[in-house]
């Protein structure tokens, strides 16, 4: 009986670490959407195959236990890239607190985008780090920040064919990420000028999409309701 004992004791503890272990894959693998403690909500981390990407982050409006966490999960996810949706510093001037690596991808035109401003993003502001983000390159990018976080989660940087506008908001960068056939967009604070035609260029941009952020904070002032509309047809 003794025996019997010990040999069940030995497969159920067997057994027990061969399901843990293949739990903490299957969360490995699954793909991770985290919105910080914000009184603005511009924080978003997304986790995959041990990695992470940020999109957006402003350390005015987080407390220092959320930056504290970020860090602790960014040392089981390394952040392998950054995306600024558009340069106002609510987005982007608590970033160089966590994250200081190579690739920061930035919505505007390089025109924009002063040295001092550049300090304000990573601490080492070396021009290299940048990339900035436009209709001519957002393909390019789509693809490297895809390779970055995991071939089988698909991220794609949605913009206009054409300019509509020299505003910051008209340059935003709307960001869709695919993942086993469900989609999250993130769309910063794109304006309805901006929103309006990517839908004209592509009238499928926002179908089938599964979780969203509110444009620009939720507002209803600058035809940012041109996306509910469309998302909820």
């Not at 843990?20 to 991770?32: D, G, R, S």
């Not at 695919?178 to 035609?197: C, E, F, M, V, W």
């Not at 009238?203 to 909820?232: C, R, T």
Request: with cysteine; aromatic share 10%.
């Amino acid at each position: 009986l003794m025996t019997c004992n010990k040999a069940l004791v030995k497969f159920t503890y067997r057994f027990t670490s061969l399901i843990f272990v293949l739990t903490q894959l299957c969360f490995c693998l699954a793909l991770e959407m985290s919105a910080f403690n914000s009184k603005q909500a511009n924080n978003i981390l997304i986790t995959h195959r041990g990695k992470g990407i940020i999109v957006d982050f402003s350390g005015n409006f987080v407390t220092s236990g959320t930056q504290n966490y970020i860090k602790r999960v960014s040392e089981k996810f390394p952040i392998c890239a950054a995306i600024i949706t558009h340069q106002h510093a609510d987005h982007y001037n608590g970033l160089r607190d966590v994250y200081d690596g190579e690739n920061t991808f930035i919505g505007g035109n390089n025109s924009t985008i002063s040295e001092s401003k550049k300090s304000d993003f990573l601490k080492n502001a070396d021009k290299s780090y940048f990339y900035e983000v436009n209709n001519n390159s957002k393909a390019a990018f789509s693809k490297a920040l895809t390779d970055a976080l995991g071939m089988d989660a698909k991220v794609e940087i949605l913009l206009p064919n054409i300019s509509v506008g020299p505003q910051v908001h008209d340059q935003n960068l709307i960001v869709k990420i695919t993942y086993a056939g469900r989609s999250i967009l993130l769309p910063g604070d794109a304006n309805g000028h901006l929103i309006k035609q990517v839908i004209n260029d592509n009238p499928d941009a926002f179908k089938n999409i599964d979780i969203w952020v509110m444009p620009h904070h939720g507002s209803l002032y600058s035809g940012e309701d041109l996306l509910y509309q469309y998302l909820f047809q």
